[in-house]
């Protein structure tokens, strides 16, 4: 059951309905429903999540899985803490106050009776920090508690690996799992061939992420000098973190009062008041020198021009804000880097949390691609014991990445001769028409 049908609501119960699950949305926009209806094979029940009576109508006494997300951390709490009444066993909600997060709050999630409290704005502030690291990626994944990366690259004119195929470039410590040419999702073989404009998913050992990039001629680093556009929850966040990290940061922020409470935050950010889109005002500041432009205001229209602006001017990456996430898949060709949805990172995080477990470890959604990547278990049965990869049938649609050999606490980035044991972590790339036949696969 899912109460509040917004963006994270209508994304979450998209990918579980895909997946078989018997989904139940409320919400009080009666329109909304409607809508969701028309496009999801799902049940809405029109009501207040924060109604005994309404879960009651919505079945709440056979919900195994409970996630409140509406705007209102009111209403997500209550609706929780309501669901643990009726003995459902997983209870998640959404909240932006920042004070259920701070260290030794007395509205944890224990105290509270919740399993999961998130706020899109601070998964957001851990998704730019991770993307500030890897500078040339545009999105990253990790698994196996972070020894294994699958990261994305685009690939421009001039790369020394175009025109090679995977065959030529199989001795590195790395599998290219996709390739996404002209919106298409590949899963390469061999006589693949890398093209000028493909973006790359490359699966490695986090120790191996220098040496990948070497060979790609990609040349991530921590950035010197960085821009934030908008000093608001997440913005300010990320300078307070970056600043920490000794990163040269300049936070712009339009609003003249604010500017003032923002400057008593910190010790070493400069914070600028004026326009996001002053492109004058910028270069005197030095923008056009900057590593990384970061625009998170509240508008999608402002944080697309000012990283358009900033790119221009010479800006070498930029990681822009979208509220809409129906944006993200065009923003590429204008020249956005990495195009970032709080609201579709909370949903993703959500969806590790809740499909982990048993044989499934983890998975994860790529906003780049339409894909997922699912760490599991191999199971105790005869067809995977002591078994050759090249022996195996994935299902079409599918790669393994790497091999996780949990009793060594080793990573192994697999060939056709790797043999695969018992209580090994598989992470696997597969587009989402695979998903299923993957789960099914190794169930």
Request: proline share 3%.
């Amino acid at each position: 059951m899912i109460v509040g049908a917004g963006q994270v609501g209508y994304h979450l119960s998209e990918k579980l309905s895909a997946e078989g699950q018997d989904v139940v949305l409320v919400d009080s926009d009666k329109a909304k429903l409607r809508r969701i209806e028309k496009d999801l094979n799902i049940l809405t029940v029109h009501g207040s999540g924060a109604s005994f009576r309404i879960l009651e109508d919505a079945g709440i006494g056979q919900t195994d899985l409970f996630i409140a997300v509406t705007d209102s951390d009111e209403v997500n709490l209550i609706a929780c803490i309501l669901s643990q009444q009726y003995g459902v066993k997983t209870r998640i909600a959404r909240v932006r106050d920042e004070d259920f997060f701070a260290e030794g709050s007395p509205l944890s999630e224990s105290a509270l009776g919740i399993n999961m409290l998130i706020s899109p704005d601070l998964a957001m502030v851990d998704e730019v920090m991770k993307m500030s690291i890897h500078s040339e990626a545009f999105e990253v994944a990790e698994f196996a508690g972070g020894q294994v990366v699958i990261l994305g690259y685009a690939v421009h004119s001039g790369n020394p690996c175009i025109g090679k195929t995977l065959q030529m470039l199989n001795r590195f410590q790395g599998v290219i799992v996709a390739i996404i040419r002209e919106n298409m999702t590949i899963i390469p073989r061999g006589s693949d061939s890398i093209e000028a404009g493909d973006k790359i998913y490359i699966a490695t050992r986090k120790k191996g992420i220098s040496s990948v990039e070497r060979l790609f001629n990609f040349s991530s680093r921590v950035p010197r000098k960085v821009f934030i556009i908008g000093g608001g929850r997440i913005g300010s966040q990320v300078a307070k973190r970056m600043e920490n990290e000794g990163i040269e940061v300049r936070l712009v922020e339009k609003n003249a009062d604010h500017c003032e409470n923002l400057t008593e935050q910190f010790q070493k950010v400069v914070v600028l008041n004026c326009d996001g889109l002053e492109a004058h005002d910028l270069l005197d500041e030095g923008i056009n020198q900057a590593d990384l432009v970061i625009s998170v205001t509240d508008s999608d229209t402002a944080n697309i021009l000012s990283s358009l602006l900033a790119k221009h001017h010479g800006a070498k990456k930029c990681i822009t804000r979208i509220n809409r996430p129906d944006f993200i898949p065009m923003l590429g060709t204008l020249g956005v880097d990495v195009a970032l949805s709080p609201r579709l990172v909370a949903a993703n995080m959500i969806l590790r949390f809740v499909r982990g477990g048993g044989k499934i470890v983890s998975v994860a959604s790529l906003m780049g691609s339409e894909a997922e990547v699912i760490e599991l278990k191999v199971p105790d049965r005869k067809q995977f014991r002591d078994v050759a990869l090249k022996d195996l049938r994935f299902p079409p649609g599918s790669i393994l990445g790497a091999i996780v050999r949990i009793k060594k606490g080793e990573v192994i980035i697999p060939s056709g001769n790797t043999i695969i044991k018992m209580d090994d972590n598989l992470v696997i790339f597969c587009t989402a028409a695979a998903i299923n036949a993957v789960e099914c696969y190794f169930a």
